[in-house]
Nanobody, 122 residues
Framework: QVQLVESGGGSVQAGGSLSLSCAAS??????MGWFRQAPEKEREGVAS???????SYADSVKGRFTISKDNAKTTLYLQMNSLKPEDTAMYYC??????????????????WGQGTLVTVSS
């Protein structure tokens, strides 16, 4: 059973940067990622990484966010640059189910952490 613990959220002004971390233990899926959820909005897949290191991003964050993991594959990261107020949300690290063998940010989460809050002010 996978356990995921996020950290690194906080408040920042628009244009700023934040880095999120996710400590993973137990069995982890080949497809890992981050999703976010803002109040009264649907869950939005943000970024994903497949077992071979290939990455995929939502259009809304492409070019601004970078997903990565350490060599031991026990920590997943999300570097967020050029943050915008619309990035404000609770961010969750997730083990994602493959969809037709593919790893995309909007794949269904099998497991997720408790979340970390990111607030971007204008």
């Amino acid at each position: 059973q996978v356990q995921l613990v996020e950290s690194g959220g906080g408040s920042v002004q628009a244009g700023g940067s934040l880095s999120l971390s996710c400590a993973a233990s137990g069995y982890t899926n080949n497809c890992m990622g981050w999703f976010r959820q803002a109040p009264e909005k649907e869950r939005e897949g943000v970024a994903s990484m497949d077992f071979d290191g290939s990455t995929s991003y939502a259009d809304s964050v492409k070019g601004r966010f970078t997903i990565s993991k350490d060599n031991a594959k026990t920590t997943l990261y999300l570097q967020m640059n050029s943050l915008k107020p619309e990035d404000t949300a609770m961010y969750y690290c997730a083990a994602l189910a493959l969809r037709d063998g593919y790893c995309f940010p909007d794949n269904t989460p099998d497991a997720w952490g408790q979340g970390t809050l990111v607030t971007v002010s204008s």
